[in-house]
């Protein structure tokens, strides 16, 4: 299984909704990371968790709260978005070390009305 | 921090056309990436490299590791190849993948 599932598909919230978004693999990956990427730009790293601790977190508002429950399982709460928020928001897993491979959901489009 | 520049950053071609789309990096790294996004898409990874060549059916990846640089060829073009393929690299260990910013390849029947 070389799948990483994200839920939901779209997503379409007001700015003073609170919503999550969920990634799960189930490849042994311990390292995984939620990507935002914007129409026709390549994706920006948001978060990385490595052994279920986060690990880089690149200046992103609070307003976006990552979680990682167990090693096969990323959430990402959104709380109080603003409209520039609405995006492709991309989760990938990877082993730790190794061959580093990078393997990427379909993706969350997340539409902030 | 390495900067990763590609080219075209826009490709049209006919079916059957062989394809070549560049990508070259400013400082030394661990692996290099090809990825291909379709439109409104995830993104699916075609190749690693950390040297030499790679070919996957009618695609083939090479790197040159003292020029710094790799290609992505595509043999026999299909309109179904059309997409956004996107080169990104590591610069160590399990650094963060920096990204180029893609080019987008139409494949016209």
Known sequence: ?113 | KNEVEQSPQNLTAQEGEFITINCSYSVGISALHWLQQHPGGGIVSLFMLSSGKKKHGRLIATINIQEKHSSLHITASHPRDSAVYICAVRNSGNTPLVFGKGTRLSVIA
Not at chain 1, 21 to 32: S, T, V
Not at chain 1, 82 to 95: F, T
């Open chain 1, 1 to 113: 299984d070389t799948e990483v599932t994200q839920t939901p598909k779209h997503l379409v919230m007001g700015m003073t909704n609170k919503k999550s978004l969920k990634c799960e693999q189930h490849m042994g990956h311990r390292a995984m990371y939620w990507y935002k990427q914007k129409a026709k730009k390549p994706p920006e790293l948001m978060f990385v968790y490595s052994y279920e601790k986060l690990s880089i977190n690149e200046s992103v508002p609070s307003r976006f709260s990552p979680e990682c429950p167990n090693s096969s399982l990323l959430n990402l709460h959104l709380h109080a978005l603003q409209p520039e928020d609405s995006a492709l928001y991309l989760c990938a897993s990877s082993h730790p070390t190794g061959s580093y491979e990078q393997y990427f959901g379909p993706g969350t489009r997340l539409t902030v009305t």
